[in-house]
């Protein structure tokens, strides 16, 4: 029972500060596409790990990043008015690069796949 609650305490987080991000934060250093791709709540819900992914290239996604860091306290405060728990949680923004990992593997394999077509020819 405890490990749905938590599942959708996650979601909630997730989508909550998904939206505070897109229409909320009025930062001019938040250029870049930003995505919540997942959001861990501890189970005495003191703190939330907000995994973010920055879509943009080198400054900007550093400038981004950093911008989102500094509003965490902001982001707590919308999240507390918006979703009702006992405790609001501590925001702890991290960076995720999974979805560009990913993409460099795609990437890799299909070079593979060119290389394997071209010695077969």
Known sequence: MTNYRSGRINEEMKKE???????DIKDPRVTAMVSVT??????????AKVYV???GEGKSKEDTFEALRNS???IRREVGHRVKLRNTPEIIIEQDNTIEYGMHIDKILQ???????NDNE
């Open 72 to 74: 965490a306290g902001f």
């Open 17 to 23: 500060i998904s939206n505070i991000i897109r229409s």
């Open 38 to 47: 997942k959001v861990d709540v501890t189970k005495d819900q003191k703190y």
């Open 53 to 55: 992914s920055v879509y």
């Open 111 to 117: 070079e593979i796949k060119e290389n394997k077509k």
